[in-house]
């Protein structure tokens, strides 16, 4: 597949990926202190939700951002399907507490 933009573009745009998606691994930690937190030591269903909302959101940027920068399609069905595990053990996680 040939490629109509020339090779310094292209690279810029990679490198402004790369870049944009490693800004993006600072929250994705912070979010990952933040769930542990709510959901071992002070059990808070609202900062739960709060604190997955806020990491699904930094993970699908994440994912556009490098997609962008490969100049790739950023919509993509299996970054959706990619979020079905973790989200599948957030709720085993809360469910006891959802149903008292």
Same mark, same amino acid.
């Given at each position: +597949?040939?490629?109509?933009? /020339?090779? /310094? &573009?292209?690279?810029?745009?990679? !490198? +402004?990926?790369?870049?944009?998606?490693?800004? *993006?691994?600072? /929250? *994705?930690? %912070?979010?990952?202190? &933040?769930? *542990?937190?709510? &959901? !071992?030591?002070? %059990?808070?269903?609202?900062?739960?939700? !709060?604190?997955? %909302?806020?990491?699904?959101?930094?993970?699908?940027?994440?994912?556009?951002?490098?997609?962008?920068?490969?100049?790739?399609?950023?919509?993509? #069905?299996? =970054?959706?399907?990619?979020?079905? #595990? /973790?989200?599948?053990?957030? =709720?085993?996680?809360?469910? #006891?507490?959802?149903?008292?």
């Amino acid at each position: +597949m040939a490629h109509t933009t /020339p090779e /310094p &573009q292209r690279r810029g745009r990679t !490198l +402004m990926g790369v870049v944009a998606a490693s800004a *993006l691994v600072y /929250p *994705l930690l %912070v979010c990952a202190v &933040q769930l *542990l937190i709510a &959901q !071992l030591l002070t %059990v808070d269903v609202t900062a739960i939700v !709060l604190w997955l %909302v806020v990491a699904v959101v930094c993970s699908v940027a994440l994912v556009a951002a490098v997609r962008w920068g490969a100049m790739r399609r950023v919509r993509s #069905p299996w =970054l959706l399907v990619g979020l079905a #595990p /973790p989200a599948i053990f957030e =709720l085993w996680l809360v469910w #006891p507490l959802l149903i008292t």
